[in-house]
C-alpha cells in the first residue's frame, strides 16, 4: 500500500491532506504520554499555567515502554488503549495539539475535536512493540520523571508506520473499516 | 518421593518469563502467516506483515515482542510424588517472576492494592493456578497476559434453555464489543460449565492450548469452528481497522454444570498469545 511521509510540526496543510486509512510515516520530535501525564498538563492547563512542553504542531503518541537494555534507545514501544486519554485530548488540542499516535477508538467528543482544531488520530500497530522501537532513535525525558515510565519522553522518530484512523472530515477508519468487511447472513 | 529444590524453580519460572515475552511460539506465528494469505484487506494483511516481522525482531534481539509483558498468570502441575525443599513453591514462583522480569527487562505491570495503585516495581505477585495430579514431575507454565486483552473478558450466568445458541451469542457479542481493543486477531478461550469461578478459570486454561488445536469431543470442536466463522464474519479484522481475520482460534473448554447453570466466560487473548512450558 502507498505510503505518506510527513514530518513534525505538522501544519493545517499536512493534516488536510491525511484521510482514514492511509498508511504514513513520521519523522522529527514526538512525544509521549500516557493517563497520568495527561492529567497533570490539563491540570496545569485548569490552573493557567504554562505546559512543561510546546505542543503547538505537535503529536502525543500514548506509549508506555518496557525498559531499555544496555545499548538500546527505548525498550518495546507499542501503543496503549487511547480511551484512557479521551477525557484529556480535546484540551490539549485546544492548546494546538495536531496528532495523536494509540490503539483502539476514541469517543464522540474527541473525534469532533478533530474536527474542530483540525487534527488527526493515527494507530499504531498494537503489539509490534519490537518492530517500532527500531524507528525511535533517540528517547529522553523531558518532564514529570516521577512518574518512571509513564513520564513525558521526548522522542526523535524516523519513518515510524502508523494508519490513520480519525481526520479532520470527522470519518472513522474502526467504523467504516468493519462495515466494509463485515457479512451479513 | 522426588525432591526439586526451590532454586531450579526459581531458575525455571525466571527462564520461562523472558522467553515467553521473546520468543513468539510456532503456534502463534503459523497461524499469523497462514490468516496473511487469507486476508482480504490490504491495510489488514500490510497488519499482519508487520506482527511476523515484528515477532522476528524480538526473536533475533532477544527483546519483548509487546511492551506490555503481562500479567505474570502461573499453571502448576505438582506431582504428588513430588517434595518441595528449600522454601515454599509460591515464593520461588514470585521470585523467578520477580529475577525474569528485573533482568530480562520486561515492563513491571502490577500494582500491589487495587485501588491505591501503586506499582510493586518488580512485576510480583503472580497469579498462580496448582493442580496436585499423579507422578513425580512438576510441570510449570507461564502465560503472560496483557492488559488490554483481559480488560475485554466477560462471563455470564445463562438460562440452561438458552442452550448453544446463547452461548454463541454471548461469545459473538463480547468479541464485537470489544472490537479493536483486544489487538486483533485474538484468541479467544472460552469456558462453559462448572460454577461462576471455574468457568473463567476454564476461560483462561483454554487459552494454554496450542493456536488451532481443536478440543478433543467432536461436538466442542465443531462449536470452536463454528464460532470462529462467526467470529472472522463481524468484519473488525487486524487491528480492528476492517478485515477478515479478527480472530486466529476459539478455544473451548467444558466441565459439568448444575441442574440450574449455564454459565459461559470469554477471556480474550490478544495476537501476542505467550505461553511456554517445562517441566522439572
Known sequence: MAQVRITTPLTDEVVEKLTIGQQVLISGKIYTARDAAHKKLVDLLKEGKPLPIDIEGQIVYYVGPSPAKPGQVIGSAGPTTSGRMDAYAPTLMGEGLKGMIGKGSRTKEVIEAMQKYKAVYFAAVGGAAALIAKKITSSKVIAYPELGPEAIHELIVEDLPVIVVNDIYGRDLYQEGIKNYAIND | ?280
Do not use: W
Not at chain 2, 66 to 82: K, M, N
Open chain 2, 1 to 280: 518421593m522426588r525432591e526439586i529444590n526451590v532454586q531450579s524453580i526459581i531458575e525455571t519460572v525466571a527462564k520461562l518469563c523472558t522467553e515467553a515475552n521473546y520468543f513468539l511460539g510456532s503456534d502463534v506465528l503459523d497461524a499469523i502467516k497462514e490468516a496473511k494469505e487469507k486476508e482480504a484487506s490490504t491495510l489488514g494483511k500490510d497488519i499482519l506483515e508487520q506482527l511476523v516481522t515484528n515477532a522476528a525482531i524480538a526473536r533475533e534481539e532477544s527483546v519483548p515482542m509487546c511492551q506490555d509483558t503481562g500479567y505474570a498468570v502461573i499453571f502448576v502441575e505438582l506431582g504428588q510424588d513430588v517434595h518441595i525443599v528449600g522454601g515454599a513453591l509460591n515464593d520461588a514462583i514470585n521470585e523467578g517472576v520477580r529475577k525474569g522480569y528485573t533482568e530480562g527487562y520486561l515492563r513491571k505491570s502490577i500494582v500491589g492494592h487495587p485501588l491505591e495503585r501503586k506499582n510493586t516495581g518488580d512485576n510480583t505477585p503472580a497469579v498462580i493456578h496448582v493442580k496436585v495430579v499423579p507422578g513425580d514431575k512438576l510441570k510449570i507454565t507461564i502465560a503472560p497476559k496483557g492488559g488490554g486483552s483481559e480488560n475485554m473478558s466477560a462471563i455470564k450466568m445463562l438460562k440452561p434453555s438458552e442452550g448453544v445458541e446463547g452461548v454463541k451469542k454471548f461469545v459473538v457479542e463480547s468479541v464485537k464489543a470489544a472490537g479493536s481493543n483486544p489487538c486483533p486477531p485474538i484468541v479467544v478461550g472460552v469456558g462453559i460449565g462448572g460454577t461462576f469461578e471455574k468457568c473463567a478459570y476454564l476461560a483462561k486454561e483454554a487459552l494454554l492450548r496450542p493456536v488451532g488445536e481443536q478440543n478433543p469431543l467432536p461436538d466442542i470442536a465443531k462449536l470452536e469452528q463454528d464460532l470462529l466463522q462467526a467470529i472472522n464474519k463481524l468484519g473488525i479484522g487486524p487491528q480492528g481497522l476492517g478485515g477478515r481475520t479478527t480472530a486466529l482460534a476459539v478455544h473451548i473448554e467444558i466441565y459439568p454444570a448444575h441442574i440450574a447453570s449455564l454459565p459461559v466466560a470469554v477471556n480474550i487473548n490478544c495476537h501476542a498469545a505467550r505461553h511456554k512450558e517445562a517441566i522439572l
